[in-house]
């Protein structure tokens, strides 16, 4: 028989994971991405598609129960190395989208006005760009119009940025940029537009022939004698050529998988929406972890004296919590102490029921004023519960017959002929 495997502490365990996994993935910000509130197919599927946006580093497959918690996430992020939470929050009037910071904050609640789903995003585009590889890598995120005035704002963008990897322009390879998001403020009407974004490299000043070829399409040349009647019969501009701004043409850094963009080449970047789409407006920032003073809020203006009364009552309120812990601590021990007390005595009178000779010694003491007979509460020493030896009968009692080697018959059986006999 081989030796069972050794176990192993999952503290030890935990601790050896984490040292495998490289810097890369454990210094990104990892997210997760829930909904609460009302049950709702559509705000099921607008959190799966802001999981898409979210990847690589985000638990795609995270299936939540109507029982979890807030805190039972918040326990878990620290393993996980998760650094922020997205919560799509359903009422009955509204939906809600809040940007979590973890694991102590702080808190950006958004109220949503409008989303697209992906899958319509994609139904309404005339090409889809769709392909697994993009979701590979994480997205570029792109800030438009967040330099106003207010701390609000800078914070908003400080979010918004975080919740994605940074990028070393030094070091960046360019082929993994294949995905962008866009978030869009706009000042007047005080909304942010979420756009999702796959991103496509296209060489310039090829003609549609030879770019047909460089993707690896087979041409159609019944019509024509020789390739070179196919590559020559075309105009020198494709028509998606005609349509291109002169500002998307780009001259490459690094020559790219895809064929036809080389180094120091000009390149056309074409960005086609996969969805969803967002827009939301920012509503309150909480200090801390969906609770604590209130930094922001849009329609709630507040001066600095009423802040400081805020302030005063919050600090009250947890003065008042740690001494109730305390208290409920104290309460527990004491309870806990009780019922020990009460299990010993339970089992003292079951075991003999008498009492102590000493305690009665004292009490006499303390009535008659004399000091009792020695033999008056003396107590033998109480007898073993085993047996000091097994009664005589009971010594062989599993012992087994002996046969007789001749006729293999026991003695018992000789003796009960014996006694029929006489």
Avoid at 23 to 40: D, K, N, W
Avoid at 328 to 348: G, H, P, S, T, V
Avoid at 399 to 406: F, T, V, Y
Wanted: hydrophobic fraction near 30%.
């Amino acid at each position: 028989m081989g030796r069972g495997k050794k176990k192993v502490h999952p503290k030890t365990r935990t601790a050896a994971f984490k040292a495998s996994e490289p810097s890369e993935i454990v210094e990104a910000p990892h997210s997760f991405v829930i909904h609460r509130g009302l049950t709702c197919p559509y705000i099921t599927d607008l959190t799966l598609d802001f999981r898409r946006i979210m990847e690589p580093f985000t638990a795609t497959n995270l299936r939540e129960k109507r029982m979890n918690r807030i805190k039972d996430f918040v326990s878990l992020s620290s393993f996980f190395h998760v650094s922020h939470m997205g919560i799509f929050n359903k009422a009955s009037t509204q939906l809600s989208f809040k940007v979590v910071r973890l694991p102590r904050g702080p808190s950006l609640t958004f109220k949503v006005h409008q989303f697209t789903l992906a899958r319509d995003v994609i139904s309404l585009s005339k090409r889809q760009m769709i392909d697994p590889d993009h979701f590979k890598h994480a997205p570029l995120v792109i800030m438009n119009n967040f330099s106003g005035d207010g701390k609000h704002l800078k914070l908003m963008a400080t979010t918004f940025q975080n919740m994605f990897p940074s990028i070393n322009l030094a070091q960046v390879n360019i082929g993994t940029i294949r995905r962008c998001v866009l978030f869009s403020y706009n000042p007047d009407t005080k909304l942010v537009e979420m756009r999702h974004y796959s991103v496509q490299v296209v060489p310039v000043g090829l003609k549609r022939s030879v770019q047909k070829i460089l993707k690896g399409t087979v041409p159609n040349l019944g019509k024509c004698n020789e390739v070179v009647d196919f590559v020559t019969k075309d105009g020198y501009a494709s028509e998606s050529e005609a349509e291109d701004d002169e500002q998307s043409h780009v001259v490459l850094a690094q020559t790219l998988k895809s064929k036809g963009n080389l180094e120091d080449n000009k390149s056309s970047i074409k960005l086609h929406e996969i969805g969803p789409r967002l827009t939301m407006q920012l509503i309150k920032i909480e200090e801390g972890l969906l609770t604590g003073e209130v930094l922001y809020h849009d329609h709630v203006v507040k001066t600095e004296d009423e802040k400081e009364t805020l302030r005063k009552l919050v600090e009250k309120k947890k003065k008042l919590k740690e001494q109730r812990k305390k208290e409920q601590a104290e309460n527990r021990a004491r309870n806990l102490k009780l019922k020990k007390d009460e299990k010993w005595a339970a089992k003292k009178a079951e075991e003999g029921g008498d009492s102590d000779p000493e305690d009665d010694a004292e009490y006499y003491k303390e009535e008659v004023g004399e000091e009792p007979d020695e033999e008056l509460f003396k107590t033998e020493a109480k007898s073993s519960r085993k047996r000091p030896k097994l009664p005589g009968g009971m010594k062989f009692k599993n012992k087994r017959a002996k046969l007789d080697p001749k006729n293999k018959k026991t003695k018992t059986d000789y003796q009960r002929k014996s006694r029929k006999s006489k």
